[in-house]
């Protein structure tokens, strides 16, 4: 009986046992703690206002919230299904600062333009679209920027739908399920050539 190649047989071991170990830690680790994270999120839109963040902070998604936008100084749409897009306006919060995005209302319009010239916005706490690929996203560990949605649309604007917990993701258990798969498959595959060498 043949001896097993040493170093393809070593190699093979290392990347499964890899790929198991990164299964196990999406299982043990990841899911445990993003499960206890939605469910804080599900807590939120019942506890106290806070004001807008200026800076990220994932713990305050879907907390009820202000600010006073002294000027809008862009505008832009944004793909929001069914509802066509959503009106996201860049504020002015003083002569300093990083200011703030607030999403007014949605359109089926792509060529809508609001008038609305700022205030006080009352609303909660969200994140702002992401424009990096998200394969980017898996070295670009950057937070996403948070968004104020109105809960008051202004004239010509479907108001903004209430917090849903399903818009943040959940998938480590999909990604578990892939890397044992990718471990299994690597191993038939390793076993397959190593029998077919023999038969030669």
């Given at each position: 009986?043949?001896?097993?190649?040493?170093?393809?047989?070593?190699?093979?071991?290392?990347?499964?046992?890899a790929?198991?170990?990164?299964?196990?830690?999406?299982?043990?680790?990841r899911?445990?703690?993003?499960?206890?994270y939605?469910?804080?999120?599900?807590?939120?839109?019942?506890?106290?206002?806070?004001?807008?963040?200026?800076?990220?902070?994932?713990?305050?998604?879907?907390?009820?919230?202000?600010?006073?936008?002294?000027?809008?100084?862009?505008?832009?749409?944004?793909?929001?299904?069914?509802?066509?897009?959503?009106?996201?306006?860049?504020?002015?919060?003083?002569?300093?600062?990083?200011?703030?995005?607030?999403?007014?209302?949605?359109?089926?319009?792509?060529?809508f333009?609001?008038?609305?010239?700022?205030g006080?916005?009352?609303?909660?706490?969200?994140?702002?679209?992401?424009?990096r690929?998200l394969?980017?996203?898996?070295?670009?560990?950057?937070?996403?920027?948070?968004?104020?949605?109105?809960?008051?649309?202004?004239?010509?604007?479907?108001?903004?739908g209430?917090?849903?917990?399903?818009?943040?993701?959940?998938?480590?258990?999909?990604?578990?399920?892939?890397?044992?798969?990718?471990?299994?498959?690597?191993?038939?595959?390793?076993?397959?050539?190593?029998?077919?060498?023999?038969?030669r």
């Open positions: 009986m043949k001896r097993l190649p040493v170093i393809p047989t070593l190699v093979v071991a290392l990347a499964v046992a790929m198991i170990g990164l299964g196990l830690w999406q299982l043990l680790d899911l445990p703690k993003k499960e206890a939605l469910a804080q999120l599900a807590q939120n839109p019942a506890k106290p206002a806070v004001a807008f963040p200026r800076f990220p902070d994932d713990r305050l998604l879907f907390r009820r919230t202000s600010a006073m936008c002294l000027q809008p100084v862009g505008q832009r749409l944004a793909g929001a299904g069914a509802a066509g897009y959503r009106v996201i306006v860049a504020c002015r919060t003083g002569a300093e600062g990083p200011g703030f995005a607030v999403q007014l209302g949605t359109t089926h319009d792509p060529r333009h609001s008038d609305w010239r700022g006080m916005v009352t609303g909660f706490v969200s994140h702002a679209p992401d424009a690929p394969l980017a996203t898996l070295f670009d560990h950057r937070p996403q920027d948070m968004l104020l949605v109105a809960d008051r649309a202004p004239p010509g604007l479907a108001p903004n209430k917090p849903d917990l399903s818009s943040v993701p959940n998938n480590h258990l999909s990604y578990a399920v892939q890397w044992f798969f990718f471990a299994a498959i690597a191993a038939v595959i390793y076993a397959l050539a190593v029998s077919r060498r023999r038969s």
